[in-house]
């Protein structure tokens, strides 16, 4: 079983650049697809940013442009670099990682970490 552990969270000033971090563990699976995703309070879950095991990456229209997810391989650690922040931005943010193992696949999903945006 894969293991997700976010930090990097708090409360921010507007305009702030805080990095979330997301180390994955787990014995004999593989990592692929990571990602991230946040939900505000009433609203649905939605996809902010993902990345591939190659490097490919696919961003949310609100936050292209602001918003930077980069990974380390060697680490199972992927990274959310949030750059001028709005007060919009704040949810609780969520990593999701793709496994596999032999032939088998699963998805899982960290606990979340808030991130509060004050104006």
């Known amino acids: 079983q894969v293991q997700l552990v976010e930090s990097g969270g708090g409360l921010v000033q507007a305009g702030g650049s805080p990095k979330l971090s997301c180390a994955a563990s787990?014995?004999?699976?593989?990592?692929?697809?990571m990602g991230w995703y946040r939900q505000a309070p009433g609203e649905q879950r939605e996809l902010v940013a993902t990345?591939?095991?190659?490097?490919?990456?696919n961003y949310a229209d609100s936050v292209k442009g602001r918003f930077t997810i980069s990974r380390d391989n060697a680490k199972n650690t992927v990274y959310l670099q949030m750059n001028s922040l709005k007060p919009e931005d704040t949810a609780v943010y969520f990593c999701?990682?793709?496994?596999?193992?032999?032939?088998?696949?699963?998805?899982?999903w960290g606990q979340g970490t808030q991130v509060t945006v004050s104006s």
């Open positions: 787990g014995s004999a699976f593989s990592i692929n697809a």
């Open positions: 999701k990682a793709d496994a596999s193992r032999g032939y088998l696949n699963y998805a899982y």
């Open positions: 990345i591939t095991s190659g490097g490919s990456t």
